[in-house]
Each structure stands twice: as structure tokens, then as C-alpha cells.
């Protein structure tokens, strides 16, 4: 079996953005609208030569109830699974206090984690990446989704701890 790499984080961060990046095709599917990820969905993508299994999961709501509540677990059921977990989070709006909960969770799971600041879109976004020391989880990647920005550099990052 390949090497699991869970993509997390909050609704509408820009996980199936990333997801899609990485994979170099539409797959994933990417909304405006948060949430639309509902289930964990796996794809195998590939990154200098060597294989992985990428997990697109729903957006991660700490006090979720309902289908909120599915998607949660099906996020913790990503983790379980993987063997590195990339946790996406908005550096435009930076940690919330759903970013801190899903961080507490990441810690108890033990497994390593690469923090990706999405949406870093050019130069004058860097300055919210690096606020994102205060997680605690070490080196904040910045990282535009959208455009590719930081995408390759992360994905050494990650391709290290596998
Ligand atoms: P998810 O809910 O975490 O899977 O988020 P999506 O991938 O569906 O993206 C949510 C919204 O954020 C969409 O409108 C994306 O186009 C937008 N988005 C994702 N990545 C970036 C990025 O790097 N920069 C900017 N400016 N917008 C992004
Ligand atoms: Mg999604």
C-alpha cells in the first residue's frame, strides 16, 4: 500500500484547492460554498518519482452536530489513516479557534504534521504565513493552492517525514 497523506483543516481553507494542485487535475471538488467535501475521498498522486495516497476530507467543525458531525469524523478517520497529515489553514484569516481545537486533536494523534498557510497569493501575504508560528506545529508553508505558489516546496516538506 502507498504512504497516506490527509489532507485537513476548517471548511472552505482550500483543502480540495490543494488537493487538486498536488494531483495536477480537477478532481476534488472545490466550492465557494464551505462544507461541499462531505466524505473522505482518496486519490494517488505522485511527486518526484515517488507514489502516495492523497485524502481530501470535509471541512473539520470542532462543535459540528448533524452532517457537520459526519464530516468531522470522517476527518478523524483521515487521520487515523494517515501517515502524515497536512493541515491547511487560511493564512489570510488566520488561527481561529477552530484551527487551535483541530490542532489539540492533531498533537493527541501523534502523527506528523506539515502546516500549509494557503491562500499566501504573493509577496505582501508572507507577513500572515508567519503568524502561524503560534500554532505550535512548527514551520508555517506558505502556500498558494490557487496558483501554485509554495506548492512543490511543501511537498518536499512532506515527502520528508514519509
Ligand atoms: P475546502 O472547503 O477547504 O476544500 O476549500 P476549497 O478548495 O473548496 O476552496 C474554497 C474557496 O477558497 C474557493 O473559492 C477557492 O477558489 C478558494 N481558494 C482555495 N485556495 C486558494 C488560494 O490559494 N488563494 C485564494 N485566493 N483562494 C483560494
Ligand atoms: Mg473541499
Keep these: 500500500p502507498l504512504p497516506v497523506v490527509a489532507v485537513v483543516g476548517r471548511p472552505n481553507v482550500g483543502k480540495s484547492t490543494l488537493v487538486n494542485r498536488i494531483l495536477g487535475r480537477r478532481e476534488a471538488v472545490v466550492e465557494d460554498v464551505p462544507g461541499v ?3 473522505r475521498v482518496a486519490y494517488d498522486g505522485e511527486w518526484t518519482g515517488r507514489r502516495f495516497t492523497l485524502v481530501d476530507t470535509g471541512g473539520w467543525e470542532i ?12 476527518a478523524e478517520v483521515a487521520v487515523d489513516l494517515a501517515d502524515v497529515v497536512m493541515f491547511v489553514v487560511d493564512a489570510t484569516v488566520g488561527a481561529t479557534d477552530d484551527d487551535e481545537a483541530v490542532v ?6 501523534g502523527k506528523p504534521v ?14 500572515d504565513a508567519a ?22 516546496d511543501v511537498l518536499d516538506a512532506v515527502l520528508d517525514v514519509l
Design 37 to 39: 467535501t462531505r466524505d
Design 63 to 74: 462543535d459540528a452536530t448533524g452532517i457537520h458531525l459526519r464530516v468531522a469524523e470522517q
Design 104 to 109: 489539540k486533536l492533531l498533537r493527541r494523534s
Design 114 to 127: 506539515i502546516l500549509v498557510a494557503n491562500k499566501v497569493d504573493d509577496q505582501r501575504t508572507e507577513a
Design 131 to 152: 503568524a502561524l508560528w503560534n500554532l505550535g506545529l512548527g514551520q508555517p508553508w506558505p502556500v498558494s493552492a490557487l496558483h501554485g505558489r509554495g506548492s512543490g
